[in-house]
């Protein structure tokens, strides 16, 4: 028999094609998806069966003798069509080659192995697998669901039960928002819905934005589902670990994968239900290699699949809230859960206004009076505090006041931040660090000054304001090392704590049942910032800090959120004190509309990087250029090259240049044809270090 051609999808740079498959022949037929070594250059390397090549002819045919394969890992059952098929969309949207997104979502641990490496691990895990106790009988108890939840459950058996009806038809379930504040059980609802797909068989996968942050939803799936496997993926396991959670999900030894964004590739051979929770959450975006958006991407393999998704969040982002209105265009199905579980009222939302405030020296105190004094009451009522500032350090900045120095970062468009515990300044985007100077390094004057405030200043300021009272912060400082993020959320649990300082990481899926009072500090800045997607995430981020509040029924008709504001007239504040999602959305999607924005446009950002900017800027002009010339152009509008927010890190000069067009349709097919000659002009820019398109860019 004569040897087939096997197209195998590998890790090889870019440039080498954007279909990134490669051609190898084989002695036999192996189907699509199966993973073996094939040799590339002097290397060998893990690849993906991605399809039998036909036979070539004419100019476009292969290499007459192609390079044959290496060992198949035979144990291991090949990657699933549905697998495949959404590594091809993800690959072609996100404008990347297969291998490079095959291979980068793969647990790198499988990269390592060959063959007989593989089968001894496999075999290994079966028998531990198989050997594994039975699993305690007792369930936890469930709560009885409210009317809210029973009607979301209607509607989620009604998906998936069109879909069961009509398989093979064109019907596909439209994708679930389910809309909640936290606490209207939500959870409860994901619960449910995976109990009625597992007890037919299937696997529920489940998506969480961080996962280290929210154990909480992993303790609460095992313990609903003892007779189940659970298993998690993220980027906190070790790599065997990930590697071990992957086969069992492939395997389909696991019933429930409990995953970040990379979660959303898990092989999975009987899917029947995809969660993602916190849906607007802007962790759901990868910010490097493939910039894919796990939120979308569950959508497309709940299509793919034909599996019902379920959306939730109280602050959906504007993209998924427009699908859900009420309309022609409707796509989404939005189930609410207007009602806190078991009473429990939203916090009253109060401002302050900061404007009203006597300065002293020139500056505003950090704490309005009036807040300081709602803090003393909750610690002498023995409740809990949740102070957020959304800056860590000491300050961001040092300053002298007699020449003018301030504390740069001298490989960055930056300030340096003093962090007073540590006697440093350390920039945050390089991690460049060095001492804190005793004079200025400028004109000797030892008198040089913090200006403006962080997290570890505030929890000074804190303690002073309210001496005796046991303060905590929690942000990227003191969480760094292992378990220390624990040891504080445990010791915030067992009420050891009366004050939690931190930045939004405070805000974000804890459990805090005995927080009666938020202080947002100083939350304005994301009013004027210049990416039009700020107004939006400070919503949800003060509906979600909100959320903390008073979770607990006993304790709700108290709770109460104050935020500090120089413009206690702003539209957002208005809704957020009536904790109105809808009416604030309706106004963000007017300001679109009539900007032109997302969701009304589709846009791409095309980055460029180099030491010398001028390099970035004419690699950016020339791609300009030759986006005007394609045919795919028309209706699309290229923008001039500009510098980010932070124009240089660590030496490296930035510019970027921002492509919107009208629909998705003719953004995919101009990116079709410009990427790939974007890839073939490379080599006239000696100098250019990176350069990188992003396609539905979160942050512009
Ligand atoms: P969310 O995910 O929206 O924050 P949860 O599902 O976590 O809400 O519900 C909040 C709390 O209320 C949880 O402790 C949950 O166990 C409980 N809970 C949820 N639904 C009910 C219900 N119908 N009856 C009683 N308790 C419930
Ligand atoms: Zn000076
Ligand atoms: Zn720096």
New binding site residues.
């Given amino acids: 028999m004569s040897a087939v051609t096997l197209a195998v999808a590998v890790d090889a740079p870019q440039h080498s094609g954007l279909t990134g498959a490669l051609h190898y022949s084989s002695a036999q037929p192996l189907p699509p998806g199966t993973l073996l070594r094939v040799p590339l250059g002097k290397r060998d390397m893990l690849g993906i069966v991605w399809h039998t090549a036909a036979p070539a002819t004419g100019a476009d045919a292969p290499p007459l003798v192609l390079r044959p394969v290496g060992e198949a890992f035979a144990g291991l059952p090949p990657m699933a069509p549905a697998w495949l098929a959404l590594v091809d969309f993800a690959a072609s949207y996100y404008q990347r080659s297969v291998g490079e997104l095959a291979l980068a979502v793969l647990p790198p641990e499988l990269r390592k192995l060959d063959a007989p490496g593989l089968a001894k691990r496999l075999a290994g895990l079966l028998k531990k697998l198989d050997a594994a106790p039975p699993p305690p009988a007792t369930p936890v108890q469930r709560?009885?669901?409210?009317d809210e939840?029973l009607a979301a459950l209607a509607a989620f058996h009604t998906a998936l039960h069109a879909h069961a009806d009509q398989a093979g038809a064109a019907s596909r379930p439209a994708p679930l928002l389910l809309h909640?504040?936290?606490?209207?059980?939500?959870?409860?609802?994901y619960l449910h819905a995976a109990e009625a797909v597992l007890a037919a068989g299937r696997q529920a996968l489940v998506l969480v934005p961080e996962i280290n942050l929210t154990p909480q939803l992993e303790a609460r799936f095992a313990a609903r589902f003892p007779q189940h496997r659970l298993v998690s993926l993220h980027s906190g396991l070790t790599p065997v670990q990930r590697l071990r959670h992957w086969l069992m999900a492939h395997l389909g030894r696991a019933d429930i994968v409990l995953g970040t964004r990379m979660g959303v590739f898990a092989p999975l051979p009987r899917l029947g239900l995809i969660v993602v929770d916190e849906e607007h959450d802007p962790s759901y975006k990868q910010q490097e290699g493939a910039r894919y958006s796990a939120r979308d991407l569950a959508v497309y393999r709940g299509h793919l699949e034909r599996v019902p998704v379920i959306l939730g969040s109280a602050t959906p982002s504007l993209e998924t809230w427009q699908h859900a209105l009420p309309g022609p265009r409707q796509r989404y199905q939005r189930l609410a859960?207007d009602a806190r579980?078991?009473g429990g009222a939203l916090p009253r939302v109060r401002l302050f206004d900061m404007g009203v405030l006597p300065r002293v020296n020139g500056q505003s105190p950090v704490l309005a009076p009036l807040v300081v004094d709602s803090l003393r009451q909750r610690i002498a009522a023995g409740e809990q505090s949740l102070v957020f500032l959304n800056r860590r350090g000491y300050a961001p900045v040092l300053h002298c006041a007699d020449c003018g120095w301030k504390s740069g970062c001298p490989h960055c468009s930056a300030w340096r931040v003093f962090h007073k515990g540590e006697r440093t300044l350390r920039c945050h985007h390089c991690g460049f660090t060095e001492r804190v100077p005793r004079a200025c390094p400028d004109c000797g004057n030892l008198d040089i000054a913090p200006l403006g405030r962080g997290t570890e200043k505030l929890e000074e300021q804190l303690a002073e304001l309210l001496p005796g009272a046991r303060i905590a912060r929690l942000d990227a400082d003191t969480a760094r090392g292992k378990g220390q993020l624990e040891a504080r959320l445990a010791e915030v649990h067992a009420g050891d704590v009366d004050v939690l300082v931190g930045t939004q990481m405070v805000t974000k899926g804890h459990d805090f049942r005995r927080i009666t009072l938020v202080v947002a500090v100083n939350p304005d800045s994301a009013l004027f910032a210049s990416d039009f997607r700020a107004p939006e995430r400070l919503f949800a981020l003060l509906m979600q800090a909100g959320g903390r509040a008073g979770?607990d029924a006993g304790q709700a008709s108290a709770s109460e959120m104050w935020v500090q504001t120089w413009h206690p007239q702003h539209p957002l504040y208005a809704a957020l004190k009536r904790h109105d999602f809808a009416a604030f959305a309706a106004s963000q999607l007017a300001e679109r509309a009539a900007a032109g924005l997302p969701p009304f446009s589709h846009l791409a950002l095309l980055r460029a990087e180099s030491r010398d900017a001028a390099v970035a800027l004419a690699w950016l002009q020339d791609a300009a250029t030759l986006a005007a010339s394609l045919p795919g152009g028309d209706g699309v509008t290229v923008y001039p090259p500009v510098p980010p927010a932070v124009s240089k890190v660590a030496g490296i000069e930035r510019l970027q240049m921002l492509v919107e067009a009208p629909s998705r349709a003719r953004l995919q097919h101009l990116l079709a044809a410009w990427v790939p000659a974007l890839h073939g002009q490379r080599s006239r820019h000696k100098g250019l270090a990176r350069w990188a398109i992003d396609v539905d860019p979160l942050a512009i």
């Fill in positions: 709560p009885q669901l409210g939840q909640g504040v936290t606490g209207s059980g939500k959870t409860e609802v859960l579980v078991g979770r």
